[in-house]
């Protein structure tokens, strides 16, 4: 159930939105489950975080991993055929648009998902903080392979080495990876814009680069349904559909796409 978009609210936010965009500098965006809720993908909080009666913060874990690979892997599956059938939405398109603008230097993406619908929307420079499920890593050799979308057996196994592969994504009490999340962290640092969105602002370490972003001196703008559990660093809230608010917020900066 969508908060109701109070328009007087969000127009406000808009207006504010388009004049720090317009005066920023550098600018990082960090995004959530949230902004791919309208390609058709399940959220976290979506479904109260439950896959199969499961908490998925039970399920995306080594351990479950180490005690019955298969049916962490049929939670995989299952996520990777529904992205066969999905695809971006304006609020991607939008994204790759504000990178076009800014250009590299200038912006970074950060994202917690692991779809890779940023990159299918034009996206070219992404960090992806907690993996992505369109990689295997092997648990023997550690080899990483690009694997798409395309169905995999029950339990996929090395090719160069026979070991169990393994999503390559960072389950729950998995570090992140190092160098990834290095350049999250600077280009947090950096931005005179934090723009937020999709997010629950829940898990982290990926949540706390909203604070660290506020402490920096960035303008934090959230687009989300309502307010997430960050929302009291949040400078300016715009409680929409990301969809049709992000698009929104470039159209007004830089014209029609
Ligand atoms: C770590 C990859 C330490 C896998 C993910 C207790 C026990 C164990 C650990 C912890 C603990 N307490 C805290 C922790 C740390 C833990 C954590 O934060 N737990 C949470 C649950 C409290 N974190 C970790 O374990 C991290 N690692 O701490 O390691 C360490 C350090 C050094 C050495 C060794 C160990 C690892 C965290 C990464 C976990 N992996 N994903 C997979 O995907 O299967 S996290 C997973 O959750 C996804 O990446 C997802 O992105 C992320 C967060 O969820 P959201 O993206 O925010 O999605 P959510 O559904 O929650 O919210 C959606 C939002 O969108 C909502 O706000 C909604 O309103 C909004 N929305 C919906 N529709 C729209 C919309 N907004 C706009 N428009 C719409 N249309
Ligand atoms: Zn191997």
């Known amino acids: ?11 406000a936010g808009i ?39 499961q908490r998925v913060e039970d399920v995306a874990t080594p351990f479950a991993f180490r005690r019955d690979p298969a049916l962490v892997w049929r939670f ?17 398109y939008a994204l790759a648009r504000l990178e076009r603008h800014f250009g ?35 648990t023997r050799c550690g080899q990483v392979r690009e694997q798409g ?5 029950e339990l996929p196994h090395c090719p160069a080495c026979g070991g169990l592969l393994r999503p390559d994504v960072v389950w729950f009490h998995e570090p992140l990876p190092e160098r990834v999340w290095a350049e999250a962290e600077s280009a947090t640092t950096r931005c005179s814009v934090f723009l937020v969105v999709g997010t629950s602002a ?17 303008v934090v703008i959230e687009s989300n349904l309502v307010p997430s559990a960050a929302g009291h660093l949040v400078d300016i809230g715009l409680y929409g559909p990301a969809g049709q608010v992000l698009p929104r917020l470039v159209t007004e900066v830089w014209g029609p796409a």
């Open 1 to 11: 159930m969508h908060h109701p978009v109070d328009s007087g609210e969000l127009e």
């Open 15 to 53: 207006r504010a939105a388009v004049e720090s965009l317009r005066g920023a500098t550098t600018v990082a965006v960090l995004t959530g489950a949230g902004i791919s809720a309208e390609s058709g993908l399940a959220t976290f909080r979506g479904a109260g975080g439950l896959w199969e009666g």
């Open 76 to 92: 995989y599956h299952q996520r990777r055929a529904a992205l066969r059938a999905a695809r971006p939405n304006p609020g991607h």
């Open 104 to 138: 590299a230097p200038r912006f970074t993406l950060i994202t917690q998902n692991v779809d890779g619908l940023h990159q299918v929307a034009g996206s070219e420079r992404v960090l992806e903080i907690h993996g992505s499920l369109r990689r295997t890593r092997c």
């Open 149 to 153: 979308t395309e169905p995999l057996p």
């Open 202 to 218: 829940v898990v982290y370490p990926a949540a706390g680069l909203i604070e660290t972003a506020r402490l920096a001196g960035a």
